[in-house]
């Protein structure tokens, strides 16, 4: 049986507002951090949109690895990329766009923690809550048995060729593959944006 999960698809207005939620409650909390580290590649653009609330212009980088492809566990979490800058003595806000498990902002964490910086939090838009690790701020909390994957505006393309592969195995041509992926998946894809992914689809090992 081919693996399509129920996803949700994030809109850029939901996404604005998860970051209007994170920065009212940092700031709320006066806990401005000086320097916010983003956990890539997921964490880039909420790091990014804090940065321009918050006011905290100094951005890193750290890189941890979990899902090799959408949906699916690819083993346990690891770096895969060290700080991009150093956080001795600042304080930090690690950001990601959701934890699932949470192992990988749990392993993030134990990183920026041995680079010793003044004090360490944590944020993520989503957070499922069967996620072993539970953030310092959060803007949504999906329960366990509510889970979906979330497709955000950020990752739209990779999980929509992901997604469309799996569903070409069970499904032939286009239309079917666009009604499996909303009856599966509850994904209204365009005509067009599948055609953009399926030729690049077709010849994978996905």
Not at 85 to 106: F, I, R
Not at 116 to 139: D, N, Q, W
């Amino acid at each position: 049986m081919v693996d399509l999960p129920r996803c949700r698809r994030a809109g850029w207005p939901e996404v604005e507002r998860w970051a209007d939620t994170i920065a009212e409650k940092v700031r709320a909390a006066g806990r401005v951090p000086s320097t916010l580290v983003g956990l890539t590649r997921g964490g880039w653009v909420p790091a990014r949109l804090l940065s321009d609330r918050l006011g905290v212009r100094r951005i890193v980088s750290l890189r941890a690895q979990h899902w090799g492809v959408t949906a699916t566990r690819d083993g346990r979490a690891v770096l895969s990329e060290g700080l991009s800058g150093s956080v001795a003595s600042e304080t930090v806000l690690l950001v990601d766009d959701l934890t699932d498990t949470g192992e990988s902002l749990e392993l993030a964490a134990e990183h920026i923690r041995a680079a010793e910086p003044s004090r360490l939090e944590t944020a993520a838009f989503l957070h499922i809550g069967h996620s072993k690790f539970v953030p310092t701020y959060f803007a949504e909390e999906i329960s366990r048995d509510a889970w979906v994957w979330v497709v955000f505006p950020w990752n739209y393309w990779e999980d929509l060729a992901s997604l469309a592969a799996r569903a070409a195995e069970v499904a032939e041509g286009p239309e079917a593959v666009r009604r499996t992926l909303k009856e599966r998946c509850g994904l209204v894809v365009p005509a067009e944006d599948l055609a953009r992914v399926l030729p690049a689809t077709r010849g994978s090992s996905a």
